[in-house]
């Protein structure tokens, strides 16, 4: 239910919108979007699950209590506690699980006053380890202009949402229960925003797009949404899985000083780690652990209480929820590879060893040798621009393009709903990225619209 006040703040008087819910009544505040000047309303940092702190460390998400009198939602909650690789720092807290509703202010016909608005889910990427659904980072400004109510959420991230010892006390996979925590929440109380329950879409990129591929294919997650959005990742990349889940559990406890083997007895210790503590253990020890993340998704045990994840992607895919995708990728999805320090292994006489361990070891000599031949021929090699390019096309492929296409094709085998296929082009100056990228090799903006020029 709407309720519009108005209150004082800084001598300025700011049109507010309660919301009532279950949990207690909401506060948001009203803005405009930043090209139409469009209005919405805001209701930021919103919890939708209890503090994942002490005891509910490494479990799943459970209902939060609710609150009393009027929650202000015009801040954002604390991102998940996570390494900010560019500063240095550990950033975030444990207590993260919050969302963001941007409701845009409609006006309606009388024909139209009892319709409701479509609601679109951002997840956002990050390699499972970084990120935050702050709507300063992603922007809904757009989607709003198009009468779209938009929710952006975050989940626990690294060790403290993806530790897996096969027990209910930490069963692995919790940054995607906590997902699946906010998808149900926000199915159950959009209706109080002027959002229709019964037209989702949940949207993510990278990690947030393999966390969309596990959504329709995950059977906890059937019938929670109508549509889906996968930007550049699938639940089928090499980074978005990890087989051997176990080893990275036992290893992180041991590397804190838990010599046990017992899982119920790591997990007690571990709830008694300081948060700052394993989050640092979980940072790359060097730069020879380029995307190797150990706490990813991973297939939960068959002794665990209502598993997310209960076979392996590659068994799961061939029982998707059948609703409408469009699924796509970026042109130059390997530009990460470009970072100085990536371009220094690719020195001729280490080319074959980059490429194995790129593919994680997985393939014989001979295949290796192929793939060499396939990117590196020395008749198409013509200078160092066309060699980075090569680079960053294999890294595409490996980490991105080949088991997109393996999803791809798995939704089109369905022949239930449609499914729709993109790949982005545009060259702007917009891409954290390449912004990144730009920053350890400056001389390398030009280097990259000499490649886009070749491309075309």
């Not at 900010?84 to 444990?94: K, L, V, W, Y």
Request: contains cysteine.
């Amino acid at each position: 239910m709407f309720v519009i006040t108005n209150t004082y703040r800084s001598q300025q008087i700011h049109v507010t919108m309660d919301v009532v819910l279950e949990q207690g009544a909401l506060r948001g505040l009203h803005n405009k979007t930043l090209l139409s000047n469009k209005p919405y309303v805001s209701f930021l940092g919103i919890p939708y699950a209890k503090p994942p702190i002490n005891d509910l460390r490494f479990k799943a998400p459970v209902k939060h209590p609710g609150w009393s009198g009027v929650l202000e939602a015009i801040s954002e909650g604390d991102r998940c506690m996570q390494y900010a690789f560019m500063t240095d720092h550990i950033i975030g807290s444990e207590d993260c699980l919050y969302l963001n509703v941007l409701v845009p202010q409609v006006v309606k016909t009388q024909n139209e006053l009892n319709g409701k608005l479509a609601v679109m889910i951002f997840i956002h990427g990050g390699a499972f380890n970084y990120g935050c659904g702050s709507v300063n980072e992603y922007s809904p400004d757009y989607l709003l202009d198009e009468n779209v109510i938009v929710v952006t959420l975050n989940y626990r991230l690294n060790a403290l949402g993806f530790l897996n010892l096969d027990i209910d006390e930490c069963p692995g996979n919790m940054g995607l229960k906590d997902q699946l925590f906010a998808i149900k929440w926000i199915k159950e109380n959009i209706a109080a925003f002027g959002g229709d329950a019964d037209n989702i879409t949940i949207f993510g990129e990278s990690a947030g797009s393999a966390s969309v591929h596990c959504h329709t294919m995950s059977p906890q997650s059937t019938g929670l949404f109508q549509k889906a959005i996968m930007q550049s990742g699938c639940a089928l990349n090499p980074w978005a899985l990890n087989e051997n889940h176990r080893v990275a559990a036992f290893k992180l406890a041991y590397n804190l000083g838990c010599l046990s083997n017992d899982p119920e007895e790591i997990v007690k210790y571990l709830k008694n780690v300081p948060a700052v503590d394993l989050v640092k253990e979980t940072k790359f020890k060097d730069e020879t652990d380029f995307l190797d993340y150990k706490f990813v998704p991973s297939i939960e045990s068959v002794t665990v209480s209502n598993p997310f994840l209960p076979a392996h992607p590659l068994q799961l895919v061939h029982d998707t929820s059948p609703v409408p995708v469009i699924i796509g990728l970026n042109n130059m999805e390997g530009m990460i590879a470009l970072i100085e320090y990536r371009l220094s292994q690719f020195s001729d006489d280490r080319i074959t060893d980059e490429i194995s361990k790129l593919c994680k070891n997985r393939y014989s000599t001979e295949v290796i040798t192929k793939i060499k031949d396939f990117y590196f021929n020395k008749c198409n090699i013509e200078s160092e621009t066309t060699k980075m390019e090569h680079i960053c096309h294999l890294h595409s492929d490996v980490l991105f393009v080949k088991d997109f296409y393996r999803g791809f094709d798995h939704f089109l085998k369905q022949d239930v709903a449609a499914v729709y296929k993109y790949e982005f082009k545009f060259d702007g100056e917009l891409n954290a990225v390449k912004n990144m990228v730009f920053a350890t090799r400056p001389a390398l903006r030009h280097t990259l619209k000499v490649i886009q020029i070749h491309r075309i």
